[in-house]
């Protein structure tokens, strides 16, 4: 894995995830590329399911509880 901080991977997985459409709608990528460049960003950041164990465990002050 070649970025270790989780929110560094966290925060480009959503501006990745956010272009990719914006570029779809506006004709720079067909549905089925940005399908296929949002799969090679996730491969790259090592997202998946850690990023499915991050969103469904909890944080902060009652992580421990």
């Known amino acids: 894995m070649w970025i270790k901080s989780d929110n560094a991977r966290r925060w480009i997985y959503g501006i990745a995830a956010a272009l990719v459409p914006l570029l779809t709608a506006i004709g720079v990528l067909t549905a089925e590329h940005g399908g296929l460049w949002l799969s090679l960003v996730a491969a790259i950041l090592g997202t998946g399911a850690p990023v499915l164990a991050g969103v ?10």
Request: proline share 10%; net charge positive.
């Open 56 to 65: 469904n465990t909890p944080r902060g002050r009652h992580a421990a509880e």
